[in-house]
């Protein structure tokens, strides 16, 4: 299957600062990037569409201005958490592909 | 509104037994129905997964069964193992940017 590779696994930040995890598609070039959040124990939460070239389409209640999304490349979407607080420490995941082949997440704590 | 109903929310099986995880769906739009296996800390991987117009699918020890008329569609282990014990979701998808997971299911294979 496709792989799916994230940049960091996890990642500790204070709150108010910015940090910015990478979704990259290694053997294969993905127009179209998902972005989930999952808390513990839940299932996963689409944020985000990112298309190649185009702005992302966010689901009902995700904020735009907090969740910047930019998909520069056929291989590669970035998701920035902005202005981070402790209520966005969660686990963030990337797929890419209409099989949804996952990136391995990227925990993120904010402190 | 839970798109796909996955149960039960939690399986306890012993090895070398059978372990059954089911999901409905209402919309018949659905085209493509995967199961991801996912371990803690980890993104989810694709285990298998089934179009509307066959009833059965058998990838080593998975299968899944569709039942088109019902709804309904379940994913079976056979002979379970302890490294089976991980969380499953189901899913649903129209197209890639409509894409509906299940709840999941927590599956501990007792040796």
């Known amino acids: 299957g496709a792989v799916v590779s994230q940049h960091p696994s996890w990642v500790i930040c204070k709150s108010g600062t910015s940090v910015k995890i990478e979704c990259r598609s290694l053997?294969?070039?993905?127009?179209?990037m998902f972005w989930y959040r999952q808390f513990p124990k839940q299932s996963l939460m689409l944020m985000a569409t990112?298309?190649?070239?185009?702005?992302?389409?966010?689901e009902q209640g995700v904020e735009k201005d907090k969740f910047l999304i930019n998909h520069a490349s056929l291989t590669l979407s970035t998701l920035t958490v902005t202005s981070a607080h402790p209520e966005d420490s969660s686990f963030y995941i990337c797929?890419?592909?209409?099989?949804?082949?996952f990136g391995p997440g990227t925990r993120l704590t904010v402190t | 509104q839970q798109q796909v109903k996955q149960s039960p929310q939690s399986l306890i099986v012993q090895k070398g037994g059978i372990s059954i995880i089911n999901c409905a769906y209402e919309?018949?739009?659905?085209?493509?129905f995967p199961w991801y296996q996912q371990f803690p800390g980890k993104g989810p991987a694709l285990l298998i997964a089934?179009?509307?117009?066959?009833s059965e699918k058998k990838e080593g020890r998975f299968t899944i069964s569709f039942n088109k008329s019902a709804k309904q569609f379940s994913l079976h282990i056979m002979d379970s193992q302890p490294g089976d014990s991980a969380t499953y979701f189901c899913?649903?998808?129209?197209?890639?940017?409509?894409?509906?997971f299940g709840t999941g299911t927590s599956l501990t294979v007792i040796p």
């Open positions: 797929s890419a592909t209409r099989e949804q082949y």
């Open positions: 053997d294969f070039q993905a127009t179209t």
């Open positions: 990112s298309n190649e070239g185009s702005k992302a389409t966010y």
């Open positions: 919309n018949t739009a659905f085209d493509y």
């Open positions: 089934i179009r509307p117009d066959v």
């Open positions: 899913a649903a998808s129209i197209r890639p940017n409509q894409f509906y």
